[in-house]
Nanobody, 123 residues
Framework: QVQLVESGGGLVQAGGSLRLSCAAS????????MGWFRQAPGKEREFVAA????????NYADSVKGRFTISRDNAKNTVYLQMNSLKPEDTAEYYC????????????????WGQGTQVTVSS
């Protein structure tokens, strides 16, 4: 059983930054692509960013490209999401997830999910 635990969320003003972390259990972390998704109240869960197992390839939603950076430290079994130039529309619960395949934008291809961390951006 894989456990994913997110941290780093909080309240920040527009234009500010936050770094989310997701710590994973298990010994095969580097074998799996990881992704970040978010869900705002009343909206569907949406893709934010994903990264390959070795960290060499990444994928971003157009809405965050140039502002967010996904990275990972396989020695620490941790994936990060650095969020800069935050906007009120970035307000959501953010989830990390482990992919069953590659660094996809499709949430159905992810099999393990964290409990989420809330990010609130005030205007």
């Amino acid at each position: 059983q894989v456990q994913l635990v997110e941290s780093g969320g909080g309240l920040v003003q527009a234009g500010g930054s936050l770094r989310l972390s997701c710590a994973a259990s298990g010994r095969t972390f580097s074998s799996y692509a990881m992704g970040w998704f978010r869900q705002a109240p009343g909206k569907e869960r949406e893709f934010v960013a994903a990264i390959s197992g070795n960290g060499g390839s990444t994928n971003y939603a157009d809405s965050v490209k140039g502002r967010f950076t996904i990275s990972r430290d396989n020695a620490k079994n941790t994936v990060y999401l650095q969020m800069n130039s935050l906007k009120p529309e970035d307000t959501a619960e953010y989830y990390c997830a482990r992919s069953r395949t590659y660094y996809s934008i499709n949430p159905n291809l992810y099999d393990y999910w964290g409990q989420g961390t809330q990010v609130t951006v005030s205007s």
